[in-house]
């Protein structure tokens, strides 16, 4: 907490990155632990599986059980909803029986298929809802997702239905975010009490990288930014997710990421920090830099410590 603004949550994206495993929690530590040390140390997760498939309502039920009561997950919605292409078997069972596919069994999205697969996905979150731990809808957009062949009101669907939870949308093509584009896109979510995803990102005019220097605040309960480090071969040519986002912030880097933190936390309630340098064990360890960085207590725990679930 900054006493002079809103609530800072610090977090990565995801707890399970092979490279956590490897470098940053204790050796021999079972999979069934890494959540509650995770919590141990900070605030909030980003919850990034949710992307690739519904999680079991059991699941759900351990991941409350084993963080604290004050503990928060951001949750990204299914790619289908963010204009990627997506496989049938990236479905839940019941709907991969009903869904159309193409002949590379890449799935026809339908306004059909897209609410029965929201029902599917909104049962296991209500959930973490229930137990208060439920923070911020983030759908990530394809690059794909361009003004020259979409518009914002294809997301309105969309929103609406996801009205009376907190959402937030990071554009992956910068062509929403500059020239006259921006302040219509800044509008469109504004309008909508919408979040706005802020980035740390390469400096690079290509299209799928984000402009850094936007501050937008859309909803004045929550900030969001997402930091994907500062390598532009790497995130433009990496061909896996660790290769893209390969980035290790120096000290003075992270010293600019709490200045930009602290700012944002004077117009927004709760700011959400997520570091997305997820190649070996960058990210936790850059977040608890942070959280240093902004005064926040940082107390390590010893890889001898009891479990407590």
């Known amino acids: 907490m900054k006493k002079d603004g809103g609530n800072i949550l610090i977090g990565t994206a995801s707890w399970t990155d092979p490279g956590f495993v490897e470098r940053w929690y204790p050796k021999r530590m ?7 040390w995770y919590a141990q140390h900070f605030a909030m997760v980003e919850v990034n599986s949710t992307f690739y498939s519904v999680p079991d309502p059991r699941m759900v039920e351990r991941w409350c059980a084993t963080t604290p009561d004050s503990f928060t997950f951001d949750v990204k919605l299914h790619q289908l909803f963010s204009f990627h292409s997506t496989q049938r078997k990236l479905l839940p069972p019941e709907l991969q029986r009903i869904a159309q596919t193409n002949a590379k069994d890449k799935v026809n999205t339908s306004p059909e298929l897209q609410d029965a697969l929201l029902k599917s996905f909104l049962r296991p979150m209500s959930i973490l809802q229930s137990a208060g731990k439920l923070g911020v809808f983030l759908l990530q957009l394809s690059p794909a997702f361009s003004p020259r062949k979409h518009h914002l009101r294809e997301l309105e669907s969309l929103v609406e239905k996801l009205v009376d939870y907190q959402l937030a949308i990071e554009f992956r093509n910068r062509n929403w975010l500059v020239g006259g584009q921006l302040r219509s896109t800044i509008d469109f979510l504004r309008k909508r009490n919408v979040g706005f995803v802020n980035v740390d990102a390469p400096a690079s005019d290509h299209f799928s990288v984000v402009p850094s220097e936007l501050n937008e605040i859309t909803n004045p309960n929550f900030s969001y930014l997402r930091l994907h480090g500062r390598d532009p071969k790497a995130y433009l040519t990496g061909k896996t997710v660790a290769a893209r986002f390969n980035y290790d912030y120096s000290d003075k880097e992270i010293e600019e990421v709490a200045d930009r933190s602290s700012k944002l936390a004077q117009d927004a309630k709760d700011v959400h920090v ?22 926040q207590s940082v107390a390590l725990p010893s890889p001898q410590t009891p479990e407590l679930f």
Do not use: Q
């Open 30 to 36: 079972a999979a069934h632990e890494r959540l509650a």
């Open 274 to 295: 997520v570091f997305n340098n997820n190649n070996l064990d960058y990210a936790p360890r850059a977040a608890t830099r942070l959280r240093a960085a902004l005064g």
